[in-house]
């Protein structure tokens, strides 16, 4: 009998790839619902042959997700196309803020932190400082603000936190877990009473990397900062979907699944057209869609899928003639004191050069999308929004060559407060219920394309253990 998989995206294929090492190909299918595979991972060529990329643009090398994708893409024989961002570029190094009206440099180096850098008031060495000296506070969660604010001062949950998560998962750092998006800085805190005495008893602890991969060794001597491909990030998923299916894969496009249903050891999965028998399946979607296909065999399973929300992005990305960056970076966000309606804006022409064009991302909306952009019905006005802030923040008054606007709806989950502890229930139920069901994908286990990847591998190699 088959194994299914719901969703095309970068988890779905993923973990189709795991699986066709360890079971037949032929008896694995994918249900996709829309007409390509590659999900939130899609690169656009433009009529002049600039890349726009929709949604997710660079992957980090380093840390067990990191190796893993590596080994991924060695095993994909794609390492001709990696296309990296060196450390010493200025897309690697300059990270901008844009706070009372003016951009600001954070600093990147060690040498910075003795420096007084405005927006801050004094070196943030002196945070780190007194970082030590704040009590520890005991709890099981809280949000990353608090965190911050209680360790370091408010300028650095101001001014660093909130916007490193706006950049992350387009959400707002007072509701978003410490213990989920940054566990290690959380656990330093619970376990050695700061984050400066868990960092030194980290470096002089320090275990080698445990994580191999002939491609990290190349990562580590040419110091890459992140990476993408020559052709976009889109060559992953499609190269990927190109090997499976050439494997024996069956990858069923415009199909969507409606409902699902468990019968003792198996799994039944509906749609407009057809129910399928299934030994297993491993469902990659959002966990508050996957909760409306099993809302009535398992409620109390939905109600805690559910809890798990996402947020609408918009996305526009922008092409003009000419360099017109004065200040070369990865870009510039905003924290959300700020009260704009933009995230920020990636300066892609930095990272990759294009022409010698100018090419820009900016993102709006996340967690503000709705106060800001409810009444919004066409996609040039939010092409308007968006080339209005950069012209006034980045001085340029030229008008793009070509643009393109995506609004992405329910693209990045939120990992608020409570949420290890969601899907520790949510793990427990499906496992105390004897459901053939495997749960991966960006709600559970990460936000990144590193955090999927794995995500699918580990959740193969649990199915496979089970199973053998
Ligand atoms: C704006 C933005 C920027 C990002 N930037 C980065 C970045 O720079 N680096 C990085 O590492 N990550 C980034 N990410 C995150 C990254 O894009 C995701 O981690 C990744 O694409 C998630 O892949 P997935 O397969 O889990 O989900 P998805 O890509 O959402 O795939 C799920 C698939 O399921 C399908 N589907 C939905 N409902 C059904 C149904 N009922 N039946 C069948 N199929 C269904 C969908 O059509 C979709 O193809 C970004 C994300 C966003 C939104």
């Known amino acids: 009998m088959t194994v299914h998989i719901l969703g095309g ?6 973990a189709a790839f795991y699986l066709c090492k360890k079971i037949p190909p032929n008896t694995i299918s994918i249900w996709e619902a829309s007409k390509r595979t ?5 690169t656009h060529k433009t009529d002049t042959g600039i890349l726009f990329e929709q949604a997710a643009r660079t992957l ?5 997700t990191g190796t893993n994708t590596l080994n991924l893409i060695e095993e994909l024989q794609l390492i001709g196309e990696i296309r990296p961002i060196y450390s010493s570029s200025p897309a690697a190094k300059n990270r901008l803020i844009y706070v009372n009206g003016k951009l600001h440099t954070l600093p990147s180096s060690l040498l910075g932190l003795f420096r007084t850098q405005s927006p801050f008031s004094k070196p943030l060495i002196v945070n780190f400082i007194n970082e030590h000296k704040q009590p520890i506070k005991k709890v099981v969660d809280e949000s990353i603000y608090d965190f911050m604010n209680r360790r370091f001062g408010s300028e650095v949950a101001d001014y660093l936190m909130s916007p490193l998560i706006c950049g992350i998962c387009a959400g707002n750092s007072k509701e978003i877990s410490v213990n989920f998006l940054a566990t290690q800085l959380f656990q330093y805190e619970q376990n050695y009473g700061s984050i400066t005495r868990g960092l030194l008893h980290n470096i002089f602890s320090s275990k ?3 994580h191999k991969s002939a491609l990290l060794d190349r990562v580590k001597s040419e110091k890459w900062s992140v990476y993408s491909f020559k052709n976009g990030l889109e060559t992953l998923p499609s190269t990927l979907e ?15 699944c409606d409902k699902v249903e468990f019968f003792g050891k198996e799994v039944i999965i509906h749609n407009q057209h057809t129910s399928v ?10 966990s508050e869609i996957f909760a409306l296909l099993i809302s009535d065999q398992h409620p109390k399973l939905s109600v805690l899928l559910k809890q798990i929300q996402s947020v609408d992005v918009a996305v526009v990305n922008l092409h003009f003639k000419g360099n017109l960056i004065k200040n070369p970076a990865f870009g510039l966000l905003v924290p959300p004191q700020e009260n704009l309606p933009i995230l920020g804006i990636i300066f892609d022409s930095c990272c990759f050069s294009q022409k010698n064009d100018t090419v820009l991302t900016v993102m709006m909306g996340g967690y503000w999308f709705k106060r800001n952009f409810e009444n919004f019905k066409t996609d040039e006005e939010f092409f308007d929004v968006a080339l209005a802030h950069v012209k006034k923040i980045l001085k340029i008054d030229e008008e793009p060559l070509e643009y393109k606007v995506n609004i992405l709806k329910n693209c990045i989950p939120q990992y608020t407060v409570g949420h290890r502890e969601t899907v520790n229930k949510i793990k427990d139920y499906v496992e105390s219920s004897n459901l053939p069901l495997s749960l991966c994908g960006m709600s559970y286990d990460g936000v990144g ?15 496979l253990q089970k199973n053998s």
Do not use: C, M, Y
């Open 38 to 42: 590659g999900g939130w991972i899609q």
């Open 449 to 463: 394309v590193n955090d999927v990847i794995l995500s699918a591998k580990k959740s193969v190699e649990s199915f």
């Open 242 to 256: 190109n090997v499976i299916s050439s494997h024996g894969v069956e990858i069923n496009l415009n199909t969507k």
């Open 9 to 14: 995206g970068i988890s779905g294929l993923s």
């Open 277 to 286: 028998k299934s030994k297993h399946l491993f469902s990659t979607l959002l």
């Open 60 to 64: 980090r090398p380093r840390s067990e």
């Open 208 to 210: 080698k990397n445990v």
